[in-house]
């Protein structure tokens, strides 16, 4: 039996690209070592072996978002604190590994523009995380911004006028 043909109109989820999969994969992969402490090559491991979707991930960006935001997970939450509204232990896993996937790349990437590290973000935090947790990582990661690039997002906030 075929399908009748979707209307021109039709709604079409955009297929994700490969650096939102390997941002995913990452933010997966700090929330599995958050609440299990596995090795990260047990966890990048399982990573590949459960998502057949792996394939199509930047496996570069993964591998560089994943280890260096596991190696330098202190300096990252260090970063972080100031901008929080509660203390650490009270984020959630989710949003926690959000962050220090979305704060890696805005302290140590600049070459991606602090919008984009911030949109993927809370994509990725309405994806995975609780209701309203997209909004909490937009606040945090608005003034993480400021902090370490506030010449680009003047420059962005300049041209908006």
Not at 66 to 91: G, M, Q, T
Not at 130 to 137: I, L, M, Q, Y
Not at 140 to 160: F, P, Q, T
Request: charged letters at 30%.
């Amino acid at each position: 039996m075929s399908q009748a043909p979707q209307s021109p109109d039709a709604k079409k989820t955009p297929q994700k690209s490969s650096r939102r999969r390997a941002r995913e994969f990452a933010v997966q992969g700090l929330y599995q070592w958050q609440l299990t402490g596995d090795g990260v090559a047990s966890i990048e491991r399982f990573l590949r072996d459960s998502s057949t979707s792996f394939v199509r991930a930047d496996e570069a960006l993964f591998r560089d978002l994943f280890y260096n935001a596991l190696r330098e997970a202190a300096s990252l939450k260090d970063a972080l604190a100031p901008h929080l509204d509660r203390e650490e232990i009270d984020v959630s896993p989710v949003e926690r590994a959000v962050l220090l996937v979305a704060a890696y790349e805005l302290i140590h990437k600049p070459e991606t523009p602090y919008a984009v590290v911030i949109n993927e973000a809370i994509e990725i935090a309405k994806t995975f995380g609780g209701t309203d947790g997209h909004r909490f990582v937009n606040g945090v990661l608005d003034k993480l911004a400021l902090d370490v690039r506030a010449a680009e997002v003047a420059e962005s906030r300049n041209k908006r006028r």
